[in-house]
């Protein structure tokens, strides 16, 4: 099932239906920015899916960075995981507060660290409790697991890839973030960040991925959605955005049409907005 491009997403229907299962873990990875005055944790504690487990991005991050929740190593990661009970012979549907934002995120960090048997809860927490379904505010007590984490360096970009390919254009890079902030007509939400895009980036908004309804597109729609940003999917792609949530958006529609290992720039606007050497495109 993990090899099939489909099996990223999975409906509230069939978590209803498989919740139960020995093999099925969840976690919650909701995040949210700071304009959105919203406690993740405090949101968790109070209401969930059954048997969920808080994933918290932030954490489970390298705090010595400086950037907010960059890839930890494959040592903490696996550290993290094994002690929410998520290991090998798991399959691990992630799901958050804001439709599917840092869910892919969390999905994405499962995919880099080798665990392919990963999905995303389509409409995420919203959809789950509009239908009905069952939410408690109990503490799952998870029983430790090994985690085999192998890194996939191959679905990950550092600054110095990213700038070289400026110059080569070897690789098609996209950005996540909303027209305003790409052109630099709107100011970055973070403090001390310079407005604009990478030169040579295109602009997909990650919310054009999605329906009315806040589940995302498939097939044709989904397709359209990137060719009309002007992206060739026969050609390597990266995908970028404030902070590496919303360019995991784009990579997962990605993995829906097939391209197995996109890479996220995971330093981002953040990185790159925030230093003062980094040359900065703006307009459309």
């Given at each position: 099932?993990a ?9 509230t ?11 099925i ?8 920015l ?6 993740p ?11 969920a ?19 930890p ?9 094994r ?32 665990h ?5 809860l ?14 408690d ?11 085999t ?11 110095d ?8 254009g ?32 295109l ?24 060719a ?30 097939g ?11 953040c990185e ?8 900065v495109?703006?307009?459309?």
């Open positions: 099932m090899d099939d491009p489909e099996s990223a997403l999975v409906s229907e069939w978590l209803a239906a498989h919740m139960d299962a020995p093999d873990r969840v976690i919650d990875a909701s995040w949210y700071p304009e959105d005055d919203r406690d944790r405090a949101e968790y504690e109070a209401a969930h899916i059954p048997g487990l808080f994933f918290d991005v932030d954490e489970i991050a390298d705090s010595g960075s400086g950037l907010p929740h960059m890839l190593d494959a040592e903490k990661f696996a550290s993290r995981v002690r929410l009970g998520l290991g090998d012979g798991n399959r691990i549907v992630a799901y958050d507060g804001g439709g599917v934002r840092a869910s892919a995120r969390a999905w994405w960090m499962f995919k880099v660290f080798g392919d048997d990963v999905a995303v389509d409409g995420g927490f919203g959809k789950w409790a509009a239908e009905g379904r069952p939410v505010d109990l503490p799952p007590i998870p029983r430790e697991r090994h985690f984490a192998r890194k996939n360096h191959v679905m990950v970009r550092h600054i890839q990213v700038w070289g390919n400026i110059d080569s070897h690789e098609q890079l996209v950005d996540a973030r909303g027209p305003g902030r790409f052109s630099g007509a709107e100011p970055e939400p973070r403090k001390g960040m310079r407005s604009g895009h990478i030169p040579g980036a602009n997909l908004h990650y919310a054009k991925l999605f329906k009315p309804d806040g589940t995302m597109m498939r097939g044709d729609d989904l397709s359209a959605a990137f009309d940003a002007g992206l060739e999917l026969d050609r390597p792609i990266v995908t970028t955005c404030g902070s590496g949530i919303t360019a995991s958006v784009l990579a997962l529609g990605l993995h829906l049409l391209h197995r290992e996109t890479a996220v720039y995971d330093g981002a606007w790159w907005g925030g230093r003062d050497d980094t040359p495109a703006t307009g459309g």
